[in-house]
Nanobody
């Protein structure tokens, strides 16, 4: 079993920055067995994949609209995965979720965006970008 808790969401002005954290607690496999995906869901929209990082952090993926602005990283010793978000825009406003899967992402492969491959989800944290 794996429990995930997101934190760090807030109200921020356009152009601002936020760092989200996803802290995991596991009663089974160590965190480095799991790839962690970040998803977001805006009101009235489908949940979409934002980024993904492999279990040991060697592979990272991003949706096109956040490339160059968001950076995913992890510290397995602290059981925490981070999403650094810079130059935030109003269309980044959403509830952000982290999720875990034992299926590791591949480079140049968008299958990481499939929400149904993730077995564990956090409760979400609200990010609002507005002036």
């Amino acid at each position: 079993q794996l429990q995930l808790v997101e934190s760090g969401g807030s109200l921020v002005q356009p152009g601002g920055s936020l760092t989200l954290s996803c802290t995991a607690s596991s009663s089974g496999l160590a965190l480095d067995y799991y790839a962690i995906g970040w998803f977001r869901q805006a009101p009235g929209k489908e949940r979409e994949g934002v980024s993904c990082i492999s279990g040991r952090g060697h592979i990272t993926n991003y949706r096109d609209s956040v490339k160059g602005r968001f950076t995913v990283s992890r510290d397995n010793a602290k059981n925490t995965v981070y999403l650094q978000m810079n130059n935030l825009r109003p269309d980044d406003t959403a509830v952000y979720y982290c999720a875990a899967t034992v299926i590791q992402p591949q480079e140049s492969d968008n299958s990481w965006t499939n929400r149904y491959r993730y077995d564990y989800w956090g409760q979400g944290t609200q990010v609002t970008v507005s002036s």
